[in-house]
């Protein structure tokens, strides 16, 4: 029951996350934490794996909406893959309390972010991508790096430097969903390793995450008002953070 309960809600969670260029880890992992999972031994790989999948359906949608800039994001998607399995391996030393703090700062990081960018006018100039590649490296082995110590995907720190960078809403969401797909896959490998996942709740979501991300991503090529999304997300994060800080504290 419990299972099932969960994978109902990580439909609906996929389908949102997924028209951000996010993968969702920012819930999963604290849902699988409440649910009484271990966070270092299944929530943290789990959440990885899921987000990893929730981004590459979205990533094949958008691909066929040509929205992806494969070369402009190379240096960040790079960077990530790279260093998310260093975070991963690092996670190893820091305490789990600590780890759910961080990871609560990650989620208001990403809230504000949201909010802050819910209503601004969509760029109109594109960094040289020279530069694009440069910076972009430099921020994908941050967010890998994080990615891997938190189990998330980095998302929240890529789609945000893709806007400044002068990527309209949606190309910005579809790029980051490149090098998220990526660190979240090689995040997750560097943490299976250690951790004891359960064959039949790993099938059972991923099932859910590749159902809610197919419908999220074709929704958001075709139809989506991507301010609307972000409003309503920000409130949803805020309150997960403050759960989560509840309980830290």
Known sequence: MLYAAIAIGFVGVSFLFSMLGLGGALIYLPVLTWAGFPVKEVAIPLALLLNGLTTLIALVAYFHGRLVDWKGGLG???GAFVFAPVGAFA???VPVRLLLALFA???VAA???????SRKPEPKELMPLKERLIIGAAVGIFAGFMAGLLGIGGGFIMSPLLMWMGYETKKAVAT???????????????????G??????????ALAVLVGAFTGSRFMVKKAKSSRVKQVF?????????KLLAGVL
Not at 196 to 205: E, G, I, P, Q
Not at 234 to 242: D, E, K, N, P, R
């Open 76 to 78: 960040m998607t790079i």
């Open 91 to 93: 996670s190893r030393a």
């Open 105 to 107: 700062v990650a989620v």
């Open 111 to 117: 809230a504000l972010r949201m909010l802050l960018t």
């Open 176 to 194: 980051s969903a490149f090098a998220v797909t990526f660190s979240s896959f090689s995040g997750f490998a560097g943490h299976v390793a250690q």
């Open 196 to 205: 004891h996942l359960n064959a039949s709740l790993t099938m059972l979501l």
């Open 234 to 242: 920000a409130i949803v994060l805020f309150g997960i953070a403050a």
